[in-house]
């Protein structure tokens, strides 16, 4: 006599974010920009903010994030970033505006745009990913190139005498009285990037509480630019970056407790 078994039902545990598209994207391998995005997009997603989002694009390996997320997007000139999402947010004060940028769009070019978008506090959510070197252009010296680090211009590794000391953002505008959430974390391992999420999160609540500008900074990777594999620059990251850029909160205004 045939005899049928009950199969248990299947479920899903784990899929693609509805903020993000099926489109593939451009990134090396081992770039860690696609954990990024990801994170960004749960976040938006448990939120369910989606269709308030509008997402700034910065220029650089980034540039093409407006494929990458199923939320309105606009790509603004190197470095102007935060203006652009400073007028989107006034103008529109009920959208949830988010700056997605790297660290030679942020640290550099747009240093100016970002210390004072922070300094008036505006009510945008910034996305820095900082992987210490120019990822597009060709792996150039960033403002965030460690010293000593060889660059394809710092063939001898960066020199604090002729080029100065690498910039922290976090540090730097967490000084100023416009800023609500400044944060760093890393995406070299489950733990951090578990860590990372929960920044993200919390970021995009501090923006729907109208307490003022936000920042996540994310420790990222560059395989290609650096020179080694990407389970090799998930370990330099750990040794190299994390001494010079720690983790931690460095502005967290007392209302964010309630959020």
Known sequence: MLQVVAQPIMQTV????ECLTDHHTHYCPGCTHGIAHRLLAEAIDELGIRTQTVLVAPVGCSVFVYDYFNVDACVAAHGRAPAMATGLKRVLPDRMVITYQGDGDLVSIGAGEILHAAARGEHITTIFVNNAVYGMTGGQMAPTTLVGQKTTSSAQGRSVSSTGYPIRMSELLSSLDGTAYIVRRSLHDPASIRKAKKAILTALKVQQAGLGFGMVELLSTCP??????PDKAL?????????YYPVGDYKVVPEVAAL
Do not use: K
Not at 14 to 17: G, I, M, V
Not at 224 to 229: E, K, L, P, Q
């Open 14 to 17: 784990y899929q693609r974010p």
């Open 224 to 229: 290609t630019n650096w020179g080694i594999a």
């Open 235 to 243: 370990e330099w990251l750990e040794t190299n970056m994390l001494p």
